[in-house]
């Protein structure tokens, strides 16, 4: 009784260390982002890319000595490049994640309604273009991109990003789990395909439609490929592009700027916490 | 009732329409012309049969980029498979503030990368916090930026990154084991590491293929990391693929842009076949067991 007693202590301290190192970078984020410029340039000099040249070895500092705004005030108000990429993500992501998972539910819905061989085929084709990693796809997106004229604007990222099937193949899996009679029941009683959708479908996968929804959210959030290669005029990168390019005498306000970047993503995910873990459950990968 | 059956397949098709459209025209059709670019000569227009990919292998660039590439899956898959199962079989049993543990663990799945890549600067700068441990425990500081050390430091990026999504997949898969047969067992007098491998391992099997693509996907998509810590012209241990292609973007050169990606397509097809292939004998001789 006594081993298992200290076992079971062992690993609630093994566990308390592993959340602190997964918590560790974001919450020295946070906290770094309220020194002063100048605090941030004396404590880690040219790590973060500056002037100053350090010799001694850098010592993390979790609190600042004074609390400023002075970062906030700067990236808020006094300089509106960050504001202007900050309003480039979220006009490239928001239309991407809503309509990726709208078209993706519809698309669910007809994989999931009825299974026949060649359904079977294109969603095993599904599948292998999930499969495909950017180097892949990007291709293909380019040559389209260029032919429509598109390449240079905002659709050449969010019309490859809209029809990406990685959420039609995750609802599917959902959707196949509801019964289908009750399907049949609705379908006896007379209510159309669309009715059966959008009442019986949609409302029984609300949970796993939040999660997706965040996982393609943070995806695209943080998203560096598509506008490297598809977005050559920088004016419309996304924050996530540029928040790489800190240059000397700006050092401490990219740590507000990465603050500020992680705040939509964190109000998701307090958001849906729950809906992302029960719609974890899909994890096979048969067609 | 065939007829009946027939109007449910052809309604339930239509909600199918959007989607398909969007991706034969979106990808589909355009990866056709990729396979007419990697096919014909650059010059002539000509069909120049596999003379574009045998160009290809020989670059030097392609092939570093290649290996880095295969270098960074291969440290990255099985480390994330491996170290995911392990968080996850360390949650899965009671403990005080279990959830809690978990959120922690799943954050990193929030945060975009880009907000942390200063943190890691500063972790693993020349002077940064990382050498200085390295120094005290008696090792000798690394440069962790142009060697191949560096290697690692992304390795660590990406399991932070990646590692709470992959244990939640397979902390959902561990509940479904029914609770019976780990009772049952463990009143046999069953120990942890034995009822992991004698049962939970069987349950499971398919969620350890899908977490494996998974990670494969997402080391393949390493390059975010990499362009984010060391920008577009790293060391030599990080020049990855993507790199390979984006430089190849800005010269036009679509007969070597077009082979690359066709032969990528094609590994990554073999990779997972295989895969497939392994998890279903696996999955076939636990079960005549």
């Known amino acids: 009784m006594k081993k298992k007693k200290l076992f079971s202590a062992m690993r609630l301290a093994l566990c308390t260390i592993l959340a602190l190192l997964f918590l560790f970078p974001t919450v020295l984020t946070f906290c770094t982002s309220f020194m002063s410029s100048r605090e941030v340039e004396y404590t880690y000099g040219d790590a973060v890319d500056s002037g100053q040249y350090i010799t001694e070895p850098v010592q993390i500092k979790l609190i600042p000595d004074v609390v400023s705004g002075e970062q906030y005030s700067k990236v808020l108000l006094q300089s509106p490049d960050y504001l202007q990429k900050f309003w480039n993500s979220v006009l490239l992501v928001v239309p991407i994640t809503l309509f990726q998972l709208a078209v993706a539910a519809l698309a669910a819905y007809g994989f999931a309604r009825y299974r026949g061989k060649l359904r079977a085929m294109i969603f095993f084709g599904y599948i292998i273009l999930l499969l495909m ?13 260029k032919w429509t004229g598109l390449l240079n604007t905002r659709w050449a990222v969010i019309l490859p990003g809209i029809f990406s099937p990685f959420s039609v193949y995750l609802l599917t899996k959902q959707m196949r789990r509801i019964p289908k009679s009750y ?50 005029n920088e004016a419309l990168h996304p924050l996530s592009v540029f928040l790489n390019k800190i240059t000397t005498g700006e050092v401490g306000v990219a740590f507000a700027a990465a603050t500020v970047y992680l705040v939509p993503c964190l109000l998701l995910f307090l958001y849906g916490e729950k809906d992302l873990c029960e719609s974890s459950a899909v994890s096979d990968m048969d067609g | 009732m065939k007829n009946r059956l027939c109007t449910v397949r052809g309604k339930s098709a239509l909600f199918l329409t959007p989607s398909l459209l969007g991706t034969v025209i979106l990808f589909v059709l355009p990866f056709s012309v990729v396979v007419f670019y990697a096919l014909t000569d650059y010059g002539s227009k000509e069909f120049a049969g596999l003379e574009n990919f045998s160009r290809l292998l020989q670059n030097d660039a392609f092939c570093l980029a290649a290996k880095n590439t295969g270098i960074l899956c291969a440290l990255a898959v099985p480390s994330a498979v491996i170290l995911s199962l392990l968080l996850a079989l360390l949650l899965q049993e009671k403990l005080p503030g279990k959830s809690k543990f978990r959120t922690a663990i799943l954050s990193p799945l929030f945060v975009p990368v880009a907000s942390v890549v200063m943190i890691w600067r500063i972790l693993f700068h020349d002077n940064g916090t990382i050498n200085a441990l390295l120094t005290q425990l008696g090792a000798d500081p690394m440069d962790w930026f142009r060697s191949g050390a560096a290697r690692y430091m992304i390795l660590l990026l990406y399991l932070w990154k990646n590692l709470g999504y992959h244990m939640l997949l397979f902390l959902s898969a561990l509940s479904g084991v029914p609770r019976e047969i780990n009772e049952a067992a463990s009143v046999d007098g069953a120990g942890c590491w034995r009822r992991f491998f004698k049962i939970q391992l069987y349950y499971i099997s398919p969620t350890i293929l899908f977490v494996t693509v998974i990670s494969f996907i997402s080391a393949m998509k390493i390059f975010r990391e990499v362009y984010l810590l060391a920008g577009a012209y790293p060391g030599e241990a990080l020049y990855l693929l993507l790199h390979f292609m984006n430089t190849t973007f800005h010269s036009m050169d679509y007969q070597k842009l077009c082979s690359a990606a066709i032969l990528l397509a094609l590994a990554m097809l073999l990779i997972i076949g295989v895969l497939y292939f392994v998890e279903s004998r696996f999955g076939k001789d636990m079960e005549e067991r």
């Open chain 1, 183 to 232: 399907f049949e029941a609705a379908r006896l009683d007379g209510a159309s395909e669309w009715r059966i959708f959008s009442g019986i479908c949609l409302p029984l996968c609300k949970s796993s439609l939040v999660g997706v929804g965040l996982l393609v959210f943070f995806d695209y959030w943080g998203m560096v490929e598509q506008p490297l290669i598809l977005l050559e």
């Open chain 1, 133 to 145: 990693p950017y180097q892949v796809t990007l291709v293909p997106n380019y040559f389209f991109a």
